[in-house]
């Protein structure tokens, strides 16, 4: 019941930076039925200083999973960087959606089908998992990231016009068709390409779809500086909202038939 639809050709994408000690379990825990089902799983590891990229290819071996491919960025580009680099190789190999599935096991494998059920519905262009729609709190988010979140999403919402619980959880699936309309090579390569991207859905006038999903904090390791991550994203709505003015053009939002093209 939960696995992806069979006529989508699907890709899970792991972004991997010094993930060693968990990739395996984020690859242990994706469903039988969605290994099986997606035409590939591909970790990029972002020139992890430990042992992630051996442990993938070892995994890859040991448990024959002729599916799973890893990427090695020879530096590294970033959380944004090395998405950019999963996304443009998603596209080139003619996916029609990408699935974002955190290295680190913060968020749950089991949920993959759940995720792309409104791809099957085609009543989506992205889907955004949320920990805001569950019990944050109960997973273990500490309660300065849960307020920052609040906060943060509360400005979102009212400058973006959208009413989403979150915008911050990094478990997302896109439609390559959607990725190929918006320039997303030009967001950010630190971690506000999270919003930045969003933005241009929004700006591409691109159907975005939330879904709730379970909170987990555990023995992965942080090196999100939340207050650097906070400013960041004021900064991007501040940048949004001089752009929709006219007063400032940004060509990471100038996005061909998007909203300020008058197209739909
Ligand atoms: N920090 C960081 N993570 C990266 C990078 N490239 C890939 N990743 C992976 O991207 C995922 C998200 O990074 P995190 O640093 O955990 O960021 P986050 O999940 O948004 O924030 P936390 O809630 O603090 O964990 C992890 O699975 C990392 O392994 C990178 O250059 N830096
Ligand atoms: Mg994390």
Redesign the pocket.
Known sequence: MNSPPAHLRIAIYI?????GRTLPLVLDRIPEDVKNRVEEIFI?D?ASHDNTYLIAVGYKHEKGVHNLNIIRNER????GG?QKVAYRYAIDQGYDAVVML???A?YAPEKIGYLLEPFDKGEADMVFGSRMAGLPLKGGMPLH?YLGNRFLTVVENFVLDWNLSEY?S?FRVFSCAALRKIPFHLCSDD?HFDTEILVQFKLRGLRVVERPIPTH?GI?R???NVWRYGLDILYVMGEYLLHQKGLRRLAKFDIPGGARDGAS
């Open positions: 972004p991997a930076y010094n993930a990029v972002n590294n580009l970033g959380y090395s955190h290295g680190d913060q990231r911050h990094g971690y904090y992965e942080s090196y999100v």
